[in-house]
């Protein structure tokens, strides 16, 4: 096994029982615990084991009913076990940020992986050379969307002659945006600068249109067509000119929220095969705020049902009742996401009981500090709270509360601890 898939836990990790040996990951679900017995301690986030299957079985048959291959971004988990739980899946490989993250995909089994982001640093350029040298079947892509960017890449490459060209997706953005081509010619430009180039080989097209999506679809849908239009004339334009330097081309977009979208603009007929990919990442466990708001969307469009499933969940302590219609929680920034939504209240467990209750529709966290959570209600429930009773809370952008764990009990049901993952952010 990969040392990144079994890595030993021990109590200075949060939420790891205080008097348990250390133990190593696999050995975490034969331990007995039970989250509502108070066997962890809290703070606590969980992942519902059977929901994340449902989530990973769903989002791979989207892509491949579709005829799509499904290369998940690494950075909403950064975690090597449930890499291997997508790539078993059947995702065609895993997408990352950053090189170092790459290089934790890779060290986790990987075998391909799109750097979705512009790769020019000479530290990061011999760090792929050096991952494609001790494992000659790996595939690392990166993205290219300037000049200036290739003549960092060739100036390494003068360096190291004998080095392999580096594979590389021209990026196509919009105005206004982030990376990427903004014009028809300037990406047409761009793409005969690489396919003259001896440092890289150009394999095929990206763009990433999640930065506008609204959840509205008449606007999403204006905005995707536009983009994936101009996605669709680079690559044919490119076809054209024979400036592919690969037998197989790639064409990648999707990310979490508007993944159907970029669908038809990944269908593309070429005079060489082409495999589109679509890159969405937060599917793994999904939330109850942005991402189900954007699903719901999704559903409407194309009649598929629910779909994704929130899987991800934080556990906290009532910790003080100070004053009517306030209870204040024992969790805050340093574990719960707050960039997109604050934390949802879902459940509330009594202390001393596993009897999990549906919380009111008026109870709502109002502010966060670093520890602290400010639960807030109007109706009776919220006034018989006691101090050690816990509160479910549900989560808007998953990303943003995986990077506070260094590891996960995954859950049943019943809340048994039945597996765990760890994160390498």
């Known amino acids: 096994m990969f040392p990144l898939l079994d890595p030993l836990i021990d109590h200075t990790f949060k939420g790891f029982p205080h008097s348990s040996v250390p133990l190593h990951l696999t050995h975490i679900g034969t331990q007995g ?209 024979d400036l592919f330097d690969t037998d197989e081309v790639l064409l990648t977009a999707g990310g979490s929220a508007i993944f159907d979208l970029v669908v038809p603009g990944l269908k593309l007929q070429l005079n060489r095969p082409v495999t589109g990919l679509l890159r969405s990442g937060c599917y793994v466990t999904h939330d109850q705020g942005s991402y189900q708001r954007m699903m719901s969307a999704v559903a409407q469009r194309t009649g598929c049902g629910a779909g994704l499933e929130a899987a991800l969940e934080v556990w906290a302590s009532v910790q003080s009742c100070p004053e009517p219609g306030l209870a204040i929680l024992a969790v805050g920034k340093r574990d719960v996401s707050y960039d997109v939504d604050l934390p949802t209240p879902l459940l509330v467990c009594p202390r001393g009981t596993r009897e999990l209750q549906a919380v009111p529709a008026d109870w709502r966290i109002t502010k966060l500090n670093d520890q602290h959570a400010y639960l807030q209600g109007d109706g009776p429930l919220l006034q018989a709270l006691q101090v050690g009773d816990r509160v479910c809370l549900g989560i808007s952008h998953p990303c943003t509360t995986f990077d506070k764990w260094r590891w996960m009990p995954l859950v049943d049901v019943d809340y048994n601890v039945v597996d765990a993952v760890a994160t390498f952010f």
């Not at 950075?75 to 076990?81: I, L």
């Not at 953005?173 to 890289?200: D, I, Y």
């Open 33 to 241: 615990w039970n989250v509502l017995n108070g066997d962890l301690p809290l703070p606590l986030a969980v992942i519902k084991r059977d929901v994340m299957q449902h989530n990973l079985a769903w989002m791979q048959d989207f892509a491949a009913s579709r005829g799509l291959g499904l290369a998940p971004h690494g950075k909403t988990s950064m975690s090597p076990r449930l890499f291997r739980r997508q790539l078993d899946a059947g995702a065609w490989g895993m997408t990352f940020a950053t090189v170092t993250q790459a290089g934790i995909g890779v060290a986790a089994g990987t075998q391909a992986c799109l750097i979705a982001n512009q790769v020019f640093a000479e530290v990061d350029l011999t760090a792929i050379n050096t991952m494609k040298q001790t494992n000659p079947e790996l595939r690392v892509i990166f993205l290219v969307d300037s000049v200036a960017q290739l003549g960092l890449i060739e100036d390494w490459r003068q360096q190291h002659p004998v080095a392999p060209a580096f594979e590389v997706l021209l990026e196509v953005g919009v105005s206004g945006g982030r990376t990427g081509c903004r014009t028809l010619a300037q990406a047409l430009n761009l793409a005969e600068w690489l396919h003259e180039s001896a440092a890289v080989h150009l394999v095929g097209i990206e763009c990433y249109e999640g930065l506008a999506a609204s959840g509205q679809s008449a606007e999403d849908e204006s905005y995707v067509s536009h983009l994936m239009e101009l996605v669709q004339a680079v690559a044919r334009a490119c076809d054209a000119q």
